[in-house]
């Protein structure tokens, strides 16, 4: 039985970063880091953070989202109405001119 020779290289191989601190729960020892194309990517094990780095080694942000690249076909929210009944204060009376 013949295994495909690419199949190593399409699944890429993460390994720890020893003294890494998570930028979102500071855990230290639970990076992990490995390539897809060239372009670096971490995690955290700990409380999943994830992140890709660019040529310098700093976070790519991500796209904030906006009215123009969030889908226009997602129906808005309902308005949920309430009643409200006001009862007049007794202690303003009105003076008969």
């Known amino acids: 039985m013949n295994i495909p020779s690419n199949t190593t290289e399409t699944k890429a191989k993460k390994r720890f ?3 890494a ?12 880091m ?3 194309d060239g372009v670096p990517h971490r995690d ?3 409380c999943g953070y994830s992140d890709t780095l660019n040529a310098d080694g700093n976070t790519v942000p991500n796209e904030i ?3 123009v ?11 949920q109405g309430q009643a409200l009944q006001f009862f007049p204060n007794p202690k303003l009376k009105k003076e008969d001119k």
């Open 44 to 46: 955290c094990v700990h």
């Open 21 to 32: 601190v998570c930028p979102a729960c500071e855990a230290i020892d639970g990076i992990r």
């Open 69 to 79: 690249n969030t889908s226009a076909l997602q129906q808005p929210k309902k308005a």
């Open 34 to 36: 490995w390539e897809v």
């Open 17 to 19: 970063i020893a003294g």
């Open 65 to 67: 989202a906006t009215r």
